[in-house]
């Protein structure tokens, strides 16, 4: 919750910085690619990392390193002299301990809980994560005005360093997931280092393409990140362009989103268990797709706020559903490479209607709008498509 705070302003504040610096939404669409730039080079070889090391270290490496980053920036911002490619680059770079944060961060929760407490678990994940958000977003368009990009940079470096020490208190001493099979001792003492890496790597991609229900899922999910992350782009432009509101405007829709995600974590549980999670994951993107696509429609600040409150709450159901439906169906020593596979996914599709929304959103909002809401909607065919067969089909995968 305390590094989402951080994070939720900083992303906030730098778009809305972009925004105002270039007054383009092609260039807020190339913030959105960039910060998947990392993710392409990285993403298809970390998931080995994450699998193999403790989660526990990288998660904390992860934090420090991008507080460094964050507060040289912040010192730039202070003293007048930081430029739009320097934010560019900062962010490039952050979203490079972002990519591997997430998957790790998921892959340590599973880790650390037990089977029958998942839904859970991810529902008070969720909660953290969207309680960050829901205060970022809630003071953001309001703090921005006073303190500038420097102050909301320096907030952001000073969660990463209070996160670090929750993480620190976790638990003691390193600790990795074993395999549940191991390969002979000699097989493992003939490998090279090279070898064993793409022997490991290679058997995540095997395990994915014997699951039939996961792959599904993980399209699923892959289409709702990158149409997700790609929201920046339209977001800061309804406010400035649509409803003339500037950055409060801006405050008020990302906390519209972060108050929906939040009360999600209240309904979550009961609706997974009446629904089942691939259910719940199909409703949430059907909801999405539909209200992307009429948002900028909105008559009203207030009923656009009220929009990005419902579609904040859809996301919090998927989320919890997905992380849940996962880490039921994946085992423990694969969990880094498979999610690494989707969210590797996800960044690829950003990459390419990141560029679509902006250079469509520069001319025609509602069109950007509706582009998102489309990517929503695939989203939503991929949830239901393997509905009739996943009871079946998870038994033989838990029993495998």
């Given at each position: 919750?305390?590094?989402?705070?951080?994070?939720?302003?900083?992303?906030?504040?730098?778009?809305?910085?972009?925004?105002?610096?270039?007054?383009?939404?092609?260039?807020?669409?190339?913030?959105?690619?960039?910060?998947?730039?990392?993710?392409?080079?990285?993403?298809?070889?970390?998931?080995?990392?994450?699998?193999?090391?403790?989660?526990?270290?990288?998660?904390m490496m992860l934090d420090a390193a991008?507080?460094?980053?964050?507060?040289?920036?912040?010192?730039?911002?202070?003293?007048?002299?930081?430029?739009?490619?320097?934010?560019?680059?900062?962010?490039?770079?952050?979203?490079?301990?972002?990519?591997?944060?997430?998957?790790?961060?998921?892959?340590?929760?599973?880790?650390?809980?037990?089977?029958?407490?998942?839904?859970?678990?991810?529902?008070?994940?969720?909660?953290?994560?969207?309680?960050?958000w829901l205060i970022a977003g809630s003071?953001?368009?309001?703090?921005?005005?006073?303190?500038?990009?420097g102050g909301v940079l320096l907030i952001?470096?000073?969660?990463?360093?209070?996160?670090?020490?929750?993480?620190?208190?976790?638990?003691?001493?390193?600790?990795?997931?074993?395999?549940?099979?191991?390969?002979?001792?000699?097989?493992?003492?003939?490998?090279?280092?090279?070898?064993?890496?793409?022997?490991?790597?290679?058997?995540?991609?095997?395990?994915?393409?014997?699951?039939?229900?996961?792959?599904?899922?993980?399209?699923?999910?892959?289409?709702?990140?990158?149409?997700?992350?790609?929201?920046?782009?339209?977001?800061?432009?309804?406010?400035?362009?649509?409803?003339?509101?500037?950055?409060?405007?801006?405050?008020?829709?990302?906390?519209?989103?972060?108050?929906?995600?939040?009360?999600?974590?209240?309904?979550?549980?009961?609706?997974?268990?009446?629904?089942?999670?691939?259910?719940?994951?199909?409703?949430?993107?059907?909801?999405?797709?539909?209200?992307?696509?009429?948002?900028?429609?909105?008559?009203?600040?207030?009923?656009?706020?009220?929009?990005?409150?419902?579609?904040?709450?859809?996301?919090?159901?998927?989320?919890?559903?997905?992380?849940?439906?996962?880490?039921?169906?994946?085992?423990?020593?694969?969990?880094?490479?498979?999610?690494?596979?989707?969210?590797?996914?996800?960044?690829?599709?950003?990459?390419?209607?990141?560029?679509?929304?902006?250079?469509?959103?520069?001319?025609?909002?509602?069109?950007?709008?509706?582009?998102?809401?489309?990517?929503?909607?695939?989203?939503?065919?991929?949830?239901?498509?393997?509905?009739?067969?996943?009871?079946?089909?998870?038994?033989?995968?838990?029993?495998?």
């Open positions: 919750m305390i590094s989402m705070l951080g994070s939720g302003m900083n992303s906030a504040a730098v778009a809305w910085y972009i925004l105002q610096a270039t007054h383009s939404e092609v260039a807020l669409g190339t913030f959105a690619v960039l910060q998947t730039i990392p993710a392409i080079f990285l993403l298809p070889f970390t998931g080995v990392v994450i699998d193999r090391e403790d989660r526990r270290r990288l998660v991008r507080a460094v980053i964050i507060f040289v920036v912040a010192v730039l911002a202070f003293t007048g002299k930081v430029k739009v490619w320097e934010v560019y680059l900062m962010n490039t770079l952050v979203a490079a301990g972002f990519w591997m944060f997430w998957p790790t961060i998921t892959a340590l929760i599973q880790e650390l809980t037990p089977g029958e407490e998942f839904v859970h678990a991810n529902t008070f994940l969720l909660a953290g994560v969207q309680g960050g003071i953001v368009g309001f703090v921005y005005n006073r303190i500038g990009l952001d470096f000073s969660t990463y360093l209070i996160s670090f020490l929750c993480y620190l208190a976790v638990r003691k001493g390193r600790h990795v997931v074993p395999h549940p099979q191991e390969l002979l001792s000699d097989i493992v003492a003939a490998e090279t280092a090279v070898q064993r890496f793409f022997r490991e790597l290679r058997e995540g991609l095997v395990f994915l393409r014997g699951n039939r229900n996961l792959i599904f899922l993980g399209i699923s999910w892959a289409l709702f990140l990158g149409a997700m992350m790609t929201g920046v782009v339209v977001t800061a432009p309804l406010s400035d362009n649509v409803f003339h509101a500037g950055a409060v405007g801006y405050g008020w829709l990302n906390a519209g989103w972060g108050t929906g995600a939040f009360f999600a974590a209240l309904y979550a549980p009961a609706a997974i268990a009446f629904l089942g999670a691939r259910r719940s994951i199909a409703i949430s993107m059907g909801v999405l797709a539909v209200a992307m696509t009429l948002v900028p429609l909105s008559p009203a600040l207030a009923i656009a706020v009220a929009i990005y409150g419902i579609m904040g709450t859809a996301r919090g159901l998927t989320g919890v559903a997905n992380n849940t439906s996962i880490m039921e169906m994946v085992p423990q020593h694969f969990m880094g490479r498979v999610q690494n596979t989707f969210y590797f996914a996800g960044t690829a599709l950003q990459v390419v209607i990141g560029f679509l929304v902006g250079a469509v959103a520069q001319y025609n909002l509602v069109a950007g709008f509706a582009i998102i809401g489309m990517v929503y909607a695939v989203a939503f065919i991929s949830a239901i498509w393997p509905v009739a067969g996943i009871a079946g089909a998870e038994s033989v995968g838990a029993s495998e």
